[in-house]
């Protein structure tokens, strides 16, 4: 039997860093006794941002709460179909939409981020929305609304949000 090339192999080169780092992970990992589920009840809805550690920032831990991420930490079909999931089948009866200050998504409108990719690179964007916000505070109370009001979320799920200060880590309740 003669071994094949894979079709599209690992690009190893460009992961290394991360690779060796999960060497040194695995070799410490002390996690396989966490379940899927989310053992203080938390699903947190946020952005990609790389200065946000969701758990550390409301003093969890592995195992403890669910994440969602995405580009402005807006409330998406997809969102909502992961927390109808989670509130059903992985323990969370709490939820927390989680956006923050200095969001890429609160600078700009639109068609300002679709003109500028299509500057700098030549791709037009336009047929995908990116969800920019012009006000986070009336963005945030939407997207609770759109989470309180979903038909088939579970009963009895309580929702709340706060917006995270990059600047300070201070977690600032919105009750809106």
């Known amino acids: 039997m003669t071994e094949q090339t894979p079709k599209n192999p690992f690009p190893s080169e460009f992961f290394n860093d991360c690779l060796k780092a999960n060497g040194e992970f695995a070799a410490g990992f002390q996690g396989s006794a966490l ?3 989310a053992a ?3 699903a947190i809805v946020t952005c990609m941002d790389s200065r ?3 758990l550390a920032v409301v003093g969890m831990e592995s195992g403890d709460a669910k994440i969602l991420r995405n580009a402005g ?3 998406t079909e997809d969102v909502l179909r992961t927390l109808v999931l989670a509130t059903y089948l992985l323990g969370v009866d709490r939820i927390l939409v989680m956006p923050h200050t200095d969001c890429r998504m609160a600078q700009s409108e639109e068609a300002d981020i679709h003109a500028t990719i299509n500057q700098q690179f030549g791709v037009d964007t336009r047929s995908i929305e990116f969800r920019t916000v012009a006000d986070q505070k009336a963005a945030l109370a939407t997207d609770l609304t759109r ?3 979903y038909p088939l979320l579970r009963t009895g799920v309580h929702v709340g949000g706060a917006i ?3 600047g300070t880590g201070v ?3 919105f009750n809106g």
């Open 35 to 37: 379940t899927g589920s």
């Open 40 to 42: 203080k009840g938390l």
């Open 52 to 54: 946000i550690s969701p």
């Open 73 to 75: 930490a807006r409330v």
């Open 147 to 149: 989470i309180r009001t």
């Open 164 to 166: 995270y200060n990059v």
């Open 171 to 173: 977690l600032e309740p």
